[in-house]
Nanobody, 120 residues
Framework: QVQLVESGGDLVQPGGSLRLSCAAS????????MGWYRQAPGKQRELVAT???????NYADSVKGRFTISRDNAKRTVYLQMNSLKPEDTAVYYC??????????????WGQGTQVTVSS
């Protein structure tokens, strides 16, 4: 069993910053790509950023220059530093990980989501 536990969501004013964290635990040998997605009310879930095991990031155009994804492989944790937040960043943010399990299978997992609200 694998769990992804997110934290860090909050209400923040426009222009503010937040840092999201997502820790993976369970029967894991390793983790390939990790990432963050978001879903705003009435919209489809969309990619925010992903990062490879080696640390290569990929960002949605809408967050480039404002958000930074990073990871700590020893802690099996991925982070999302969000700066210069805008009201349109308001959404539930979901962590996603491609996990190599102890049975050598690779499976994809989602966290439960954390709410980010940007409003004055």
């Amino acid at each position: 069993q694998v769990q992804l536990v997110e934290s860090g969501g909050d209400l923040v004013q426009p222009g503010g910053s937040l840092r999201l964290s997502c820790a993976a635990s369970g029967s894991i040998l390793g983790i390939n790509d990790m990432g963050w997605y978001r879903q705003a009310p009435g919209k489809q879930r969309e990619l925010v950023a992903t990062i490879t095991f080696g640390g290569t990031p990929n960002y949605a155009d809408s967050v480039k220059g404002r958000f930074t994804i990073s990871r700590d492989n020893a802690k099996r944790t991925v982070y999302l530093q969000m700066n210069s937040l805008k009201p349109e960043d308001t959404a539930v943010y979901y962590c996603n990980s491609d996990c190599i399990l102890t049975n050598y299978r690779t499976m994809n997992y989602w966290g439960q989501g954390t709410q980010v609200t940007v409003s004055s």
